[in-house]
């Protein structure tokens, strides 16, 4: 079974730079793609970001393309969330997440969720 804990939400001031991390632990199998999400009270869950495990290929929302990037630390299984020149718009929780459909945006596409962390931009 496959766990995932998110963590490195803040409170940071719009412009400034976060990192949000993703323990990963259990056995992948066929998990090949992983993703963050996120959600903002009274919105749909909306996806930000995923990537092919195997390959390294990504795809990223418009709403944060030149902004935050994926990645996959292959030493530790670690995920990342690499975020700068944040808006206030990007407030809300986090969420991690593993799949095996296929890469891409869609929450469907991921079976395995962490808890979530929070980032609030002011």
């Known amino acids: 079974h496959v766990q995932l804990v998110e963590s490195g939400g803040a409170s940071v001031q719009a412009g400034g730079s976060l990192r949000l991390s993703c323990a990963v632990s259990?056995?992948?199998?066929?998990?090949?793609?992983m993703g963050w999400f996120r959600q903002a009270p009274g919105k749909e869950r909306e996806g930000v970001a995923a990537i092919d495990v195997r390959f390294g290929s990504t795809t990223h929302a418009d709403s944060v393309k030149g902004r935050f990037t994926i990645s996959k630390d292959n030493t530790n299984n670690a995920l990342y969330l690499q975020m700068s020149s944040l808006k206030p718009e990007d407030t809300a929780m986090y969420y991690c997440a593993a799949g095996n459909i296929g890469l891409g945006l869609d929450p469907a596409y991921f079976g395995y969720w962490g808890q979530g962390t929070q980032v609030t931009v002011s």
């Open positions: 259990g056995y992948i199998y066929s998990n090949y793609y």
